[in-house]
């Protein structure tokens, strides 16, 4: 057999690093797939019912202005959307429970404030000044939908989201996903360390075994031919 010392143990010096790499690259990959396939925070936003589907300034679910934490916030009246000066900007806004929205008008077009269903918003007739022509003080959560009466039918329309305490919806892309301990690394690891320590048995009895039985010393550079 031609196998000299200095080439058995390169070649099992190898494999032993080899072993040491699964050990340690293995659960690290496992590890990552498991962050990557999990996912983490609120996978929520509002749900509207639909109600803002057509608005033309409505980016979609998540899109809602996050305006917690002020106590007054503005909403204008009269942004361009929905080809014209037909929208509210922004069209969906979140605020505290106790926060005042006031509806700033841009002077452009006449409009108003008018809960879609029942509700407690109605600024009265439309009007075209610029200002603020209404403000609204909110004391329950929940999400209030609201229209510009003139201009309904070209998707004028508005939502407010108040407190914590209101209907969501899943955005895509799905919540967090629940991953299997196998794929985090957690029977992985002890398995490659224990396959890696074996090796490391093995070898030099293997090393032993051809030593005595080809006869090869330390100091033999090359193998009986």
């Not at 002020?70 to 909403?75: I, L």
């Not at 037909?86 to 806004?93: D, E, I, K, T």
């Not at 794929?183 to 005595?212: E, K, M, N, R, S």
């Amino acid at each position: 057999m031609n196998m000299n010392r200095r080439e058995f143990v390169r070649t099992a010096g190898g494999a032993t690093a080899g072993a040491a790499a699964l050990g340690t690259a293995g659960p690290a990959a496992a590890q990552e797939e498991g962050t990557e396939s999990g996912g983490g925070g609120d996978n929520t936003a509002p749900d509207f019912g639909g109600f803002l589907d057509s608005v033309g300034n409505y980016g979609g679910p998540g899109s809602t202005v996050d305006a917690t934490g002020q106590d007054t916030v503005t909403v204008e009246v009269g942004v361009q959307a929905n080809d014209g000066p037909y929208g509210f900007g922004p069209p969906a806004v979140h605020v505290d429970n106790g926060a005042t929205v006031e509806w700033e008008w841009t002077g452009d077009g006449s409009h108003n404030v008018v809960s879609a269903s029942d509700g407690p918003l109605d600024s009265g007739d439309a009007v075209s000044n610029a200002g603020v022509n209404y403000d609204f003080t909110f004391d329950e959560d929940g999400i209030y939908n609201y229209v510009c009466v003139p201009h309904e039918g070209l998707h004028m329309k508005g939502s407010i989201v108040v407190g914590e305490d209101y209907p969501t919806q899943q955005l895509g892309g799905g919540g967090p996903v629940e991953v299997d301990p196998h794929y985090a690394g957690v029977p992985i690891q002890p398995h490659y360390v224990g396959f890696g320590a074996g090796l490391a048995v093995v070898i030099p009895l293997i090393f032993t075994f051809f030593q005595l039985k080809y006869g090869e010393s330390p100091h033999t550079s090359g193998g009986n031919n």
